[in-house]
RNA sequence: GGUGCCAUCGCCAAGUGGUAAGGCCGCAGCCUGCAAAGCUGCUAUUCCCCAGUUCAAAUCUGGGUGGCACCUCCA
């Protein structure tokens, strides 16, 4: 497998450090809002990664965090007057439930920041001890990045340019301006916890670092873990510390590889709050299929921004609709599973830095073929195996194709306009038989106005919602 | 100001030295009572512009032009 590392800025072969099993870190969410296009293009990424690499062979161990401590879920809390647990709770499985509806795994570890605390105490602890962190009069901790010779290594960054556009205000605290928290003291009692630093909070890339090395490291690794993903926008500040941190307080480098996913557009524009345009998970779900929006979101190599409208979602849809079809002229067929050629030309594709559009041109010729073939008289017994196995293998890695066929183009459609439909065809039918065409393009103009098309075969009449 | 990314058919989008994948849209045909679906064929001598390197460049180099991201919590 090859795979583009953001550290590096080059393709690299993929080489874990353990034959055969593969370390995976990424940056998961902060659960004090609903979840937007964003976290779910970041998500699918990553599960598309977690499973191009097992189809490879690897074993996988892949962890996402839960940030369920954070300021702005203290505000949350505030403003609605909850306790910050029934913020953290409902986001977080909120966002569970969003991510099954787009097909996405759930990692193997999902650490919360709230039940890794220890682990960044400890982290703390090593880095003051060895003189990378220093508390400061009002009982903060920072992070010294002037004792890091590796500093911004991996942003490549230059420290004075980015103080002059520096926005944030700097704690006159601080030695030096790029210096993070580590542990900021809380006396107002809002979200305390009692550590060997005083009453406080962790700082928010701390527990990174702590959980990376509480759940995926060994100790004498040259590497924490094999891959760490994020978002581009985590490069720097977020990754470059975790880094610092790692680099300081163990014996060890963060990550091997670093993956970076592109951003989310809407129409061009920046998905913000201030533009007022982000677009919450939730509020594309309730108008296309969790499958659709998992196809179109991964339709685009994963490093590139990634910019969302409609008219490019219908396209995406119908190519997605294409794969189904073609599931429903093999539908309820079963058989062995067998490898093909098709299989391994998708894997090689996908192993190339996850080029999707080339797996993509892949499936289009596959199902092209199996239409062509289907179309020519015969049994086709052999090829059909073949077939079923590639369909299989494409839900498998890709996760496309899972639903039933013709529950994914019923979908939205209520039982009792289904029973009415079911009514209309039998009508039109009878209408076929007695050759009265008048009267069956009719019934075919109803049901069009119900937003369905029909489709005669030689199984029957089949209706699709358009 | 710094760091970095991008520019390929009407639209989406691969391709990073060997002579332009794929999808959507469109056009023609087959099939169909007619459709829909499916199938077949057609649709970029050309890859933002200029110059250079090379037997060979969308792909490398230099210079432009135009987008964009990060440097603040952020996927």
Not at 55 to 63: I, L, R, S
Not at 74 to 97: D, G, V
Not at 217 to 234: F, N, Q
Not at 336 to 351: I, P, W, Y
Request: glycine letters at 6%; hydrophobic letters at 35%.
């Amino acid at each position: 497998m090859f795979i583009f590392d953001s550290a590096r800025k080059e393709k690299r072969e993929f080489i874990p450090q353990n034959e055969g099993k593969v370390t995976l870190y990424v940056c998961g969410p902060t659960v004090y809002d609903d979840a937007h296009l964003g976290h779910a293009k970041s998500a699918l990424v990553f599960d598309l990664l977690t499973r191009v690499l097992r189809a490879h062979g690897y074993e996988v161990t892949y962890a996402r965090n839960i940030t369920d401590i954070d300021d702005k879920i203290i505000k949350k809390a505030r403003e609605q007057n909850k306790k910050i647990s029934e913020i953290t709770t409902f986001y977080t499985s909120s966002f569970h439930a969003e991510m099954a509806a787009l097909g996405v795994q759930r990692p193997d570890i999902e650490p919360k920041a709230t039940e890794s605390l220890e682990a960044m105490y400890e982290m703390i602890q090593k880095l003051i001890d060895k003189g990378h962190a220093y508390t400061t009069p009002s009982g903060d901790v920072y992070f010294d990045t002037s004792s890091d010779s590796g500093y911004l290594s991996l942003s490549k960054r230059v420290q004075e340019e980015n103080d002059k556009q520096n926005r944030v205000e700097s704690s006159e605290e601080k030695r030096n301006s790029a210096d993070f928290a580590l542990w900021k003291s809380v006396k107002d009692g809002s979200v305390t916890f009692e550590s060997p630093f005083g009453l406080g909070r962790p700082g928010w890339h701390l527990e990174c670092s702590a959980m990376i090395e509480k759940h995926l490291a060994s100790s004498h690794a040259e590497y924490a873990v094999d891959i760490h993903g994020g978002g581009a926008d985590l490069l720097f500040p977020h990754h470059e510390n975790e880094a610092a941190q790692t680099r300081c307080a163990t014996n060890h480098a963060l990550a091997a590889y670093w993956m970076h996913n592109g951003f989310v557009n809407i129409d061009g524009e920046k998905m913000s709050k201030s533009l007022g345009n982000s677009f919450f998970l939730k509020d594309a779900l309730k108008i296309y299929d969790g499958e659709v929006l998992r196809f179109y979101l991964l339709g685009t190599h994963y490093r590139s921004n990634f910019n969302f409208n409609t008219q490019d979602l219908e396209a995406s849809k119908k190519r997605l609709d294409k794969l189904y079809r073609v599931k429903k002229r093999l539908f309820g067929l079963t058989g062995e599973e067998v490898a093909t050629a098709f299989q391994n030309e998708l894997l090689k594709a996908l192993g190339d830095d996850l080029n999707i559009s080339a797996a993509l041109a892949l499936i289009d010729e596959l199902i092209n073929k199996i239409n062509e073939t289907l179309d020519t008289p015969g049994k086709h017994k052999e090829f059909k195996r073949e077939a079923l196995s590639n369909l299989a293998y494409i839900e498998r890695v890709l996760g496309f194709g899972v639903q039933n066929p013709y529950e994914y183009f019923q979908s939205g459609v209520d039982e009792a306009t289904k029973a009415k439909l079911a009514e209309l065809i039998e009508k039109r039918s009878e209408a076929k038989k007695a050759k009265d065409f008048a009267a069956s393009d009719a019934i075919r103009d109803q049901i069009l106005a119900y937003g369905v098309q029909i489709m005669d075969t030689p199984q029957g009449t089949f209706w699709e919602k358009i």
